[in-house]
């Protein structure tokens, strides 16, 4: 009985991924051993590092290897347990791959509490993505009260925790974004004093107005042209937590910013970082987010797709900039 479902790299892509990328392989639903759970996936998350897993490049994570299963953050429900650390019916977060079940080991499975809020925000604003704003902003932007801090990639899963965050620390925040749609949420729903749509605005010019008093922290997403504009904004001491650079995902070259300079002139500090370098922390940061959460300081939009079928479409809206605020897939229902 042919009752699982995987998607697995079938092949290395050049530039976008297409369609040939991705393989749907029919398995078994596993066999448990002794201390293992069966997972229902119910949200699979698609995420832009992802792409950079598809090349067979050195990084901080291995690559994915060739026709084998796709991996990432999903959000899933135990439907059979070996284990005595999870229960049938409990929500768990893992690192698994792309099927519709996987047998996993629970040491490599949080619960996810559905009392904190939607099952779904374990794999938004209050995981990876709010941890990555959270960490990014707090320890190397460092921002004060009064600063003004720009946020690319700002109506994203990362960038829409970072403008919030900005805003509860008293920032002045100018976020930047790819449609008009995306500039409202970022403007009136999450409070940025200024937005600047990069396809459609003069970027340098829209942001020296925007910047009448400089840029104090830059929270990188996106690298490329938008970040270009920024740089000769930068204010002395400056900092810039790059947390990202989508722009360049599916190119061959690298294509910036050219930064030297300013960074000397500015004696700006920029520092890249991973947010699981800060894993010994996350304790802390769950707290912090789970509490402006509940607080209602915090809130989040999800672009959900519904269907397993759909998985790689929507990991590619991800580069077109078809999600506002985080990227999901359903592919069940809870039970
Ligand atoms: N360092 C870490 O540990 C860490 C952790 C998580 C994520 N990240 C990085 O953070 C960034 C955001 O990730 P996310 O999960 O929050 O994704 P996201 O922002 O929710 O989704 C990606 C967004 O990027 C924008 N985009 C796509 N191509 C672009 C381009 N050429 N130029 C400018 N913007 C472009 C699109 O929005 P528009 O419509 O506005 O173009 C799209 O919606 C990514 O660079 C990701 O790799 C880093």
Not at 24 to 52: A, N, W
Not at 225 to 254: Q, T
Not at 279 to 289: M, V
């Amino acid at each position: 009985m042919a009752n699982n479902e995987e998607i697995q790299l079938a092949e290395r892509p050049e530039g976008m991924p297409t369609k040939d990328t991705f393989r749907y392989v029919e398995t078994e639903i596993p066999e448990l051993k002794e201390g293992q759970v069966l997972i229902k996936s119910i949200y699979i998350s698609v995420d832009p590092y992802m792409r950079g897993r598809m090349n067979d490049t050195k990084s901080y994570v291995p690559p994915y290897e060739l026709d084998a299963p796709i991996a990432g953050g999903v959000v899933g429900q135990v439907s059979e347990s070996k284990s005595d650390k999870f229960q049938k019916g409990d929500f768990v977060l893992g690192n698994l791959p792309w099927a519709r079940y996987n047998a996993a080991n629970p040491d490599n499975l949080q619960k996810v509490d559905p009392d904190l809020g939607p099952i779904s925000t374990a794999l938004g604003v209050l995981g990876m993505p709010g941890l990555t704003a959270y960490f990014g902003l707090i320890d190397i932007g460092e921002p004060k009260a009064g600063e003004t801090v720009v946020v690319s990639g700002a109506a994203g899963a990362v960038g829409s925790t970072v403008v919030q965050i900005a805003k509860i620390l008293d920032a002045r925040v100018v976020g930047i974004a790819g449609s008009p749609k995306k500039l409202d949420y970022v403007k009136n729903t999450l409070g940025a004093d200024e937005v600047v749509n990069y396809k459609e605005d003069d970027v340098a010019k829209a942001l020296e107005k925007a910047c009448p008093d400089g840029v104090d922290i830059y929270f990188d997403n996106v690298g490329g042209p938008v970040s270009d504009a920024v740089y000769p904004l930068l204010n002395a001491h400056a900092r810039i937590p790059l947390c990202g650079s989508i722009s360049s995902y599916n190119k061959k070259e690298d294509q910036g910013p050219r930064v030297h300079g300013f960074l000397v002139k500015s004696k700006a500090k920029m520092q890249g970082f991973i947010v699981g370098d800060y894993s010994d922390r996350f304790a802390e940061g769950k707290k912090q987010l789970s509490e402006w959460f509940k607080q209602d300081k915090l809130t989040f939009e999800e672009n959900v797709v519904e269907g397993f079928e759909h998985v790689p479409d929507a990991f590619l809206g991800l580069f077109k900039g078809e999600n506002l605020g985080k990227q999901l897939v359903k592919v069940a229902d809870e039970e």
